[in-house]
């Protein structure tokens, strides 16, 4: 019997309704710009309620929209917000479930993953955790059939990422690091701190810390990474809850960014 991770966010975070939700993410990919660009190698999308940031994700997985059936496989990596962790960790489950429905795990990058010291299984660590859930409707929508490695990340430096990051990295695996910016700060103080954090990513200037990212782990590794393999990053989106359906005096950043093979995405 398969063993299943099963939504933790749905009701919350996004609906639960199966035709509710469907329709939510395929208007907000509707409304987000036409991207006839190469399919892009890398992406960081934000990862609060879909209400607050789900127009913000979409800039980012509207890229895919031309490129279905040629992204297989899905490694997704995001912070551990609710547990105690060091280094990086998989469920040990066998299919991850939303409204929408299932989706497996891929098992060949399961097992290369697990061969790094810093990485470790760790359901508990998933089950709550919702910055790697709300990213698969989104992906379902737009990619159909894939396989997916969930890595929550903790306690982790840009180099332990980017170690396990270039050795899964392949033409049909395309990594994405679910992150939110800046965390209730004023909204005109967000705004600065939040192009100062896309200025940097746009850069390929890391390691960034906590303050600016609760991903900061996680894009530190990726940024490593692009600059490796000589990517260019472009930046499709960047707001915050109080451009989206917040208040002004606490919000929260949210940037939408896609990295390109060398030559494109400028």
């Not at 190469?38 to 999308?45: F, I, K, Q, Y």
């Not at 990051?165 to 909204?187: C, N, T």
């Not at 490593?224 to 929260?252: C, F, I, N, Q, Y």
């Amino acid at each position: 019997m398969a063993r299943v991770r099963l939504p933790a966010a749905a009701g919350s975070f996004y609906p639960a309704s199966p035709s509710a939700l469907a329709t939510a993410v395929d208007g907000w990919l509707e409304r987000a710009p036409i991207s006839d660009r190469e399919r892009p190698s890398a992406l960081v999308v934000p990862h609060a309620g879909y209400v607050y940031s789900g127009a913000v994700a979409a800039t980012a997985y509207a890229t895919l929209r031309a490129f279905k059936g040629r992204t297989p496989r899905v490694l997704l990596l995001g912070p551990c917000h609710f547990l105690p962790l060091r280094g990086l960790a998989y469920p040990d489950v066998d299919v991850l479930c939303t409204p929408l429905g299932e989706v497996p795990l891929d098992e060949d990058l399961r097992e290369r993953a697990a061969r790094f010291r810093q990485v470790s299984v760790s359901s508990e660590a998933h089950e709550a955790e919702h910055s790697l859930e709300v990213q698969l409707p989104f992906l379902q929508r737009v990619l159909g059939h894939f396989r997916v490695l969930p890595l929550v990340v903790g306690s982790a430096d840009a180099e332990e990422v980017e170690e396990v990051l270039d050795a899964l990295w392949a033409p049909d695996v395309l990594p994405i690091v679910s992150s939110d910016l800046s965390h209730y700060l004023p909204y005109e103080d967000a705004r600065e701190a939040d192009r100062e954090t896309a200025e940097r990513v746009l850069s390929l200037d890391g390691p960034l810390d906590r303050g600016s990212a609760c991903g900061a782990a996680g894009i530190s590794g990726l940024l490593l990474a692009a600059r490796k393999r000589g990517l260019r990053p472009r930046l499709l989106d960047l707001r915050s809850s109080g451009d989206t359906a917040g208040g002004h005096d606490e919000v929260v950043g949210y940037g939408a960014f896609a990295f390109y093979p060398p030559g494109t995405g400028s």
